[in-house]
């Protein structure tokens, strides 16, 4: 699976769009790039994942580049909730194949008042 | 909730005693995963069935860790003759068949061995 390099933390401002960068620049043609996040003191949360067009859902919007080298997780309002460790991953969507998720550091993003 | 259920939330064992967590899935998920994850750092993997079939161990999974999926439902972890480095937050996830990737985490059992 290819490896993800994201800054390690971001502040937000309440209200405000949170656009949390992730590189994936050795990905190949089918793999995915998943988001999760992790609010303190609990499980993994799946947000959303896409191939290589953009993709939208009630959580976030993500934004993957044309060479699929990038993409950005948009929160487009960012509330206190919102507070948590983002993680970015690469990884195999092929039933049978792949299976664990392979999960790096994160971004650590503080959404502040 | 039929979300995935994780017992105990919380364990705190002597080093060298046994425990043992339990993990309740998502009904209708036949795939079903444990993580590990310490202080400051993201989960790693640990093992994953396909109902009832183990399928995967990581070398994380020493001789001392066994984990079982008996029936494709539930799954137990065991850890025997705990070590203070054990101590750690214990995920369990599941998924559907059709997108393995989208994987549904439970609440995590918190193990500290004193």
């Known amino acids: 699976d290819a490896k993800t390099t994201q800054p390690p933390s971001m502040d937000c401002a309440e209200g405000r769009a949170a656009n949390l960068p992730c590189n994936h620049s050795?990905?190949?043609?089918?793999?995915?790039v998943y988001w999760y996040r992790q609010i303190h003191s609990q499980g993994p949360q799946y947000i959303i994942h896409g191939l290589k067009n953009n993709e939208t859902n009630e959580m976030a919007s993500l934004i993957i580049t044309e060479d699929r080298k990038s993409s950005t997780l948009i929160l487009p309002h960012a509330t206190l909730r919102d507070t948590a460790v983002y993680y970015c991953i690469v990884s195999h969507a092929i039933y049978n194949q792949g299976g664990k998720l392979i999960f790096g550091q994160g971004t650590e993003l503080s959404v502040k008042p | 909730d039929t979300g995935v259920s994780q017992d105990p939330r919380h364990k705190i064992t002597k080093r060298g005693q046994n425990v043992t967590f339990r993990c309740d899935p998502i009904s209708e998920h036949n795939r079903l995963y444990w993580y590990r994850q310490t202080l400051g750092q993201g989960p790693e993997f640990l093992t994953y069935?396909?109902?009832?079939?183990?399928?995967?161990k990581s070398r994380l999974l020493s001789d001392r860790f066994s984990a079982e999926r008996p029936k494709g439902s539930f799954s137990t972890l065991e850890i025997q003759r705990t070590e203070q480095g054990d101590s750690a937050m214990y995920l369990c996830a599941s998924s559907h068949r059709q997108n393995t990737d989208t994987q549904y985490f439970g609440p995590g059992t918190r193990l500290t061995v004193l």
């Open positions: 069935f396909q109902n009832e079939a183990q399928l995967e």
């Open positions: 050795t990905i190949s043609g089918n793999e995915y």
